[in-house]
């Protein structure tokens, strides 16, 4: 037998180059400034091009100037009558905030699902917030409009929130009841079950009410056409506190990324912390469903877009996804008011045909995700 | 005073009892060895410090009582390193070791000034100065390590505890690891209590080994009282042979072919 001769135990020293540690925070500070401008910019770009174009109305060159002329301070001759000016502020302006809102809403709340549950093919509408706001609204369209006609609030709306909420309630605790304390594998599998009991329930009410399908399926296609400054107002409060929250939450989303023991190890009351950032994002997710529909992929890709864009930190993931989101929809719905006017297009299938190639050719040049 | 008093800590999984009452008094700087077979109760216990089981009996460190404490002020004392640590492949070296200072960082606020010191600190003494804004996902196992570990020294808690820290490793980083972790222990009193798997490796760097089977203290003391051929066989069911070099006394286990009588 051959013995082999150990040899000592070397001391300490470790092979690697000795420098002192890079990244220095005013570099990151300047390309985070710089990426937060880009997305700034895109934004503002989109709420212009989405005010100045429209089959009626003014010169779209006009509309820019017509908007700096009503900012405060400002005075500038534009050119655009009071009548044109009607058209932008009353019919293309709500709809552009609307559609920023929720493009930003579903980003935001995407990438925060994202990040709560460490699965990249999470969308907002994940724990039932969709179905559940589908099966309030075919509910109401269901039982018939003539009842609720003379309501002074839509109940559409209102049951759809009121579902979308109490849908992810339902999931959650199913979720909790398994053990989802530290794994949210197990809430995600409870949303399956309670997104595919919901979807059937929705699909026995359309069945049997088979006049109302048309209507049922133009809202689940998701529209912001019609908006009004009112669906403006009625969502900007829960989009404001969900993303107010969801801001706050961008560093716990970071520790997420190690897994849930050592996120909790690190400090991190995992439980209560989910808990608090899904709710945020149900919220907002909640308000903006009930009032434009289920406006699918959104909330899905503006965060891996971001993503392969800037980077995987959810410190300028959120806020990014925010302004990208936002500007992303306005451009989408521009999209479909332009592609097949006068018809429209649904907002659904426009976000899907933009983003889906954008999206393929971002992972062929990264090569990452 | 002990730095670290575990008292009666006893872990179950439903009925099924992992480890049985077990009690320690660990001083300032000591580390401690647990070795055993695959389910003797090392990770229960490991994990019952780092308060992520349910578990019985009290966890004191200096003069604070761990039990009941939330996570935040839990990870202020005790550092955990997993035995296969989550790591992001998207996340830079100084972002990931940043994450080391969220017990020390308020529920809504940033890192501070000082923070950011301790990282870059952190990372200088560990030889990742030019790593840091390399992804975690483009460095060897051996960096990934040292950044798993610095990540735990950055929390800056007077408790260590690593489980199978170097299993992933091949021989030469678990080398590295372990000299790594008796340097930081001697500079800084950090106490460190520690899973391994191999006997020789958890003879050598720790002062102490605790041999567990089956939830319950099988021996504790030096490795040479520890680690003998007869108890080694009965509790790993392994027939090997136990040398002691006689120039520093370090203790080696070799396995042999056969089976244990």
């Known amino acids: ?369 | 005073m002990s730095a670290v008093v575990l008292d009666r800590i006893e872990v179950r999984y439903g009925n099924e009892l992992a480890l049985a009452p077990y009690s320690e008094h660990i001083e300032s700087g000591e580390w401690v060895g647990l070795i055993g077979p695959n389910g003797a109760g090392k990770s229960s216990l490991l994990k019952a410090i780092a308060g992520l089981v349910r578990a019985t009996g009290s966890v004191i460190v200096g003069e604070v009582v761990l039990d009941g404490r939330d996570p935040r002020s839990r990870a202020r004392q005790v550092a955990y390193v997993a035995q296969e640590p989550l790591i992001p492949d998207d996340m830079n070296v100084f972002d990931y070791v940043l994450l080391g200072r969220t017990p020390h960082i308020g529920y809504f606020g940033s890192e501070s000034a000082h923070d950011r010191d301790v990282v870059r600190d952190v990372i200088d003494r560990l030889r990742l100065g030019g790593f840091a804004d390399r992804m975690l996902g483009s460095m060897s196992g051996g960096e990934r390590q040292r950044a798993v570990l610095a990540r735990a020294l950055a929390q800056e808690a007077p408790v260590l505890v690593l489980d199978e820290p170097t299993s992933a490793l091949d021989i030469g980083h678990q080398q590295q690891a372990l000299e790594l972790v008796t340097e930081l222990r001697e500079h800084q009193a950090i106490t460190v209590i520690s899973a391994m798997h191999d006997l020789t490796l958890a003879g050598t760097y720790a002062d102490r080994l605790v041999l567990l089977d089956q939830g319950d203290v099988v021996a504790s003391g030096s490795a040479v009282e520890v680690l003998t051929a007869e108890r080694l066989g009965e509790v790993f069911h392994v027939c090997v042979t136990v040398d002691v070099d006689p120039s520093d006394g370090a203790v080696i286990v070799v396995p042999r072919r056969g089976f244990p009588v």
């Not at chain 1, 199913?174 to 309670?194: E, I, P």
């Not at chain 1, 359309?206 to 019609?226: A, P, T, Y």
């Not at chain 1, 899904?278 to 699918?296: D, K, Q």
């Open chain 1, 1 to 369: 037998m051959t013995a082999v001769e150990p040899k000592p135990i070397a001391p300490g020293r470790i092979d690697a180059p000795v420098m002192s540690a890079s990244a220095p925070p005013g570099v990151r500070r300047r390309r985070e400034r710089t990426w937060l401008l880009a997305g700034l910019a895109f934004l503002v770009g989109a709420v212009i091009v989405g005010a100045s174009i429209g089959p009626a109305g003014p010169p779209g060159w006009r509309v820019p100037l017509a908007l700096l002329d009503h900012l405060p301070l400002i005075s500038i001759d534009s050119g655009v009558s009071a009548a044109d000016w009607n058209i932008v502020w009353k019919i293309r302006m709500p709809r552009v905030v609307l559609g920023g809102l929720v493009g930003a809403m579903l980003s935001v709340a995407g990438a925060s699902y994202q990040g709560v549950f460490r699965n990249p093919l999470v969308d907002p509408y994940l724990l039932g917030a969709a179905a559940g706001a589908g099966l309030g609204a075919t509910l109401i369209l269901t039982t018939g409009r003539d009842v609720t006609a003379g309501w002074p609030v839509d109940p559409v709306q209102l049951v759809a929130f009121g579902f979308a909420l109490g849908t992810v309630a339902i999931t959650y605790s199913v979720g909790a009841s398994f053990g989802a304390k530290r794994n949210g594998a197990t809430l995600v599998l409870a949303g399956v079950a309670v997104v595919s009991f919901a979807t059937a329930l929705q699909t026995f009410l359309l069945q049997r009410n088979l006049d109302v399908v048309r209507e049922v399926f133009q809202w689940i296609l998701g529209r912001l056409s019609g908006a009004t400054w009112s669906d403006v107002v009625t969502v900007a409060p829960y989009v404001s506190v969900s993303v107010v929250v969801l801001m706050l939450h961008r560093r716990h989303l970071d520790v997420f990324r190690v897994g849930d023991d050592e996120a909790a190890t690190l400090g991190l009351s995992v439980q209560r912390t989910r808990l608090v950032i899904v709710a945020a994002a149900t919220l907002g997710t909640a308000a903006v469903v009930s009032v434009s529909g289920l406006i699918g992929f959104v909330g899905l890709v503006v965060p891996h877009v971001v993503r392969l864009m800037a980077g995987a930190s959810y410190r300028l993931l959120i806020p990014l996804s925010l302004l990208f989101g936002g500007g992303f929809l306005i451009l989408a719905d521009v999209a479909g008011r332009q592609l097949m006017s006068p018809a429209e297009t649904p907002i659904g299938v426009v976000t899907a045909v933009i983003g889906a190639p954008f999206f393929i050719y971002l992972l062929r040049t990264r090569r990452v995700i």
